[in-house]
Each structure stands twice: as C-alpha cells, then as structure tokens.
C-alpha cells in the first residue's frame, strides 16, 4: 500500500508498540493503523508511561488523505479540546492514520487506550463543547481582566454547586428601589 501522506512510498509493516503492527511511511513515519488490530492488543496490554514525560508538540498534517486501501477520503478527528491535532479515519475500512509523533502523543495524553471513542460522535461533541467554554472564558477574561475574571469564575463555580441556586441568583438580580 502506498502511502497517503508521501505518494509513492510504501506503507511497511512495523510495530508501534510493542504486540502493535501498523503500516508505516519510512519518509514521513506516519503509521496506518488497523483498528481492528488496535482492539485485539487493546484489550491484551495497556502501556503506560514513565512519570514526568512532557508533552511534545506533534505537527499535524491539515491536508486531506485517501484511504490507501479503498481510495475514499479519510475523516478528521479532533483529538481534544486542547490539542490541535486531528486523528484521520477511513469509516469504510476502520483504519486510523497516525502522523508522525501522533501515537506518543495520544500516550502521553492517556488517550492510547482509548483510540476508537475519539471516533464517536460523543467525544467530537464533548471537544467542541470544551472549546466553546474556553472561548467563552476568554472573551469575559479579556473584558473583565484577569484578576476580576479569577474571582467571578470562582464564584460562578461555587454558585452552580449551591442548593440555593435559584435563591442566589434572584437576590443577585433584584433592584430594589
């Protein structure tokens, strides 16, 4: 199979993790993984990494890729809400397409055992709604300043958790005049 990130290279057969047999690109060492295999070793091993391991940034390619074993266009998939990574799926074949670097990272995010949810739907809509509150921080962080913002979302925060709820809040908006 020739791989879709470099035409005209091979895909060759090369564990990524120890029991864990990918096709991978000797040019860009991207790997093609089965998930299928990946299931099978899941539930046989569970990796784990040293304490202390830094996450390394891993460039992600944005360019559209082909399955290399159908010819149908893969799928991206965010990875998390704080990553900018995305994970390429054939659905027709069930086969992942790993860039370079992308399978320690998913180790060193504790996601390696947990690689077909990051295909679901739920987990895509999890993503966006993390992103989505993070950007909604930001934007009261910037309107409010740091500081002010620390004291509101803490307040916030310890406001949705109190039995009182409805009581804080119709005390924090009644004028009385």
Not at 76 to 89: A, C, H, P, V, W
Request: aromatic share 10%; proline share 3%.
């Amino acid at each position: 199979m020739d791989c879709p990130q470099c035409r005209g290279y091979k895909l060759e057969p090369k564990e990524i993790e120890q029991g864990l047999l990918a096709g991978v690109c000797n040019k860009c060492e991207g790997a093609l993984l089965s998930l299928m295999n990946y299931r099978f070793w899941n539930d046989q091993n569970q990796p784990s990494l040293e304490a202390g391991e830094e996450i390394e940034q891993v460039e992600d390619s944005s360019n559209a890729k082909t399955c290399p074993k159908c010819s149908r266009f893969m799928t991206k998939f965010n990875i998390g809400s704080g990553e900018s990574n995305r994970l390429d799926l054939c659905a027709g074949c069930d086969e992942a397409w790993l860039d370079k670097g992308e399978w320690r990272l998913l180790k060193q995010l504790d996601l390696h055992n947990q690689l077909p949810k990051i295909f679901t739907d739920a987990w895509q809509r999890n993503v966006r709604r993390e992103r989505q509150e993070q950007h909604f921080k930001t934007r009261f962080e910037k309107i409010l300043g740091t500081d002010d913002f620390d004291k509101v979302d803490q307040f916030k925060d310890w406001m949705s958790r109190h039995a009182e709820l409805e009581s804080i809040k119709l005390y924090l908006t009644t004028k009385i005049e």
